[in-house]
């Protein structure tokens, strides 16, 4: 299969189940690409990640937080395809119908978010001020990853308002860009570093 096709030269793409092709520039094609924006970013914070947990001079507890997160990260990926193909095919078609038994994001999967923002949290010292972003490379990686997913979110909740779409995805991306948040401040209190407070 060939990478490039040229269907797309013209500005316009096709969503899953519909023959009519659509503008590049529709919120809903905006929207399912920012999902995608948002999936290759964590791929990057994993790949740096993998980077600083092969050092030596590495914090044992790093070592251990960063097994835990890489797991949450490829499940959390896994996901967003999950999300993203879910948005590129719009409802109700006789093919999104057909689609019906593949997996969607539930009440469950927002729900195991909720539980690792609560397992983390733990060992955080409770936020009386906003902290700037920065501090580590890998916690500003997290920070960045936080803006798109709130950037994608705001861009989901504007097509609901437009068109019919699975529920589940809006509070999914709301309770993920605060894990997102809480990674980075995980990684910076591995590294040793300290979140700097806005003053």
Known sequence: MKIYTKKGDSGKTDLFGISKRISKSSIRVSTY????????????????????YKLNNIDVKFKKNYKNMEKALVKIQNDLF?????LATPKPNKKYNRLSKMKKIGIKDINK?????????????????FILPGGSILASLFHISRTICRRAERNTVELSEKEDINKNIIPYL?????LLFVFARISNK??????????
């Open 113 to 129: 978010i909720e539980k690792l923002i609560d397992d983390c949290t733990i060992n955080l010292e409770p936020l009386k001020n």
């Open 33 to 52: 690409g920012e999902i995608d924006e948002l999936n290759s970013f964590i791929g990057l914070i994993r790949a740096t990640a993998n980077s600083v």
């Open 82 to 86: 999950i999300i993203g193909a879910d």
């Open 174 to 178: 709301n309770r993920l860009s605060d």
């Open 190 to 199: 591995s590294l040793k570093i300290k979140d700097i407070k806005w003053e």
